[in-house]
């Protein structure tokens, strides 16, 4: 039998800093940027009731593990759970299985943390955020560990929602959080631009950025759904988190092709080239740079790792017995 270490969601909550999800996923993503392994999700759809079924992987050798999540949302319960396996990547033994759901805003902003780091003027301090739910406020909670924010502009739909984010953000953080009545009121002026939204249509116009800007996309991986109008990834150098995952689920960039306004050679470098110095990240103030991250094995991978030690450590979790295929096949 193999002893596994199985943690709760909120085992994992608070196990970690925010800057700590950073520097892990950006580990992660080096290792991918000199050819560690990781594929684009998988997805089912299901229509009655809807829902829809996905995992993504990713084996990550200097890191020391390998896995990724499957996760159910939708479907009769009209809600959303998250299952993570990790393994060691030299012996392929069980390592965890982790409740993955209380790590996902962080993991995820982590990585828009990393892009940030890596395309965003060194000088910005001024911040848009379209979108108010946890994966909003893990992207802005990692933003300003790698940029000194002086002022976020926040925009939601709803104003309940936007007047409550900026009140609870403005009490965690240094930078001056207000909400704003408009999408594009948020973006003019924005050095970073933030969306986190389940809009299946663009939540600004393109002509509004101001050259330097830089913009994250993460609410969105379906091809027939864009955060992004047209106009904005043909402005921008276009660098998303897999090259593959870009031609599969972006409706951001899919949707550009299709109108024909980029072909595939519109697709700077994967986020990891950029980190490893494979490929250039911003090259000059004026040019605009968009970072598309649709979830993938790698930070999810990384941030997994990460909680496991720290949980070993504390002491926490629960050890659990797995047979392997050597016991259990008879």
Known sequence: MTETLFLTSEETRGLATIKEYVEAVRDGYREVGTDASA??????????????????????????????????????????????????????????????????????????????????????????IIGTGAQAKGQLRALTTVRDLSTVNVYSPTTDHRESFAATMNEELAAAVGAVASSDAAVEGADVVVTATDARE????????????????????????????????????????????????????LTAREEGAVDEEHIHAELGEILTGEAPGREDREEITVFDSGGTGVETVAAAHMLYEKAKDAGLGQTIDLAPASEALR
Not at 76 to 87: E, I
Not at 96 to 112: E, F, H
């Open 39 to 128: 594929a684009p999700r998988q997805k089912l759809v299901n229509g009655d009731p809807p829902g829809i079924l996905t995992s993504y992987l990713s084996i990550l050798p200097e890191t020391g593990a390998m896995g990724g999540y499957t996760y159910a949302a939708g479907f009769g319960d009209a809600d959303a759970h998250f299952f993570l396996p990790l393994f060691d990547a030299e012996s392929g033994a069980p390592l965890a299985l982790i409740d993955g759901a209380a790590m996902n805003p962080y993991k995820t902003g982590a990585v828009g943390g990393v892009a940030a780091d890596a395309l965003a003027r060194p000088d910005a301090e001024t911040a848009a």
């Open 202 to 253: 663009p939540v600004f116009d393109g002509d509004v950025l101001d050259d330097g800007t830089h913009v994250t996309a993460m609410g969105q991986y379906d091809e027939s759904a864009h955060e992004l109008d047209t106009e904005t990834v043909a402005r921008a150098k276009y660098v998303p988190d897999l090259h593959d995952r870009a031609l599969s689920d972006s409706g951001e960039f």
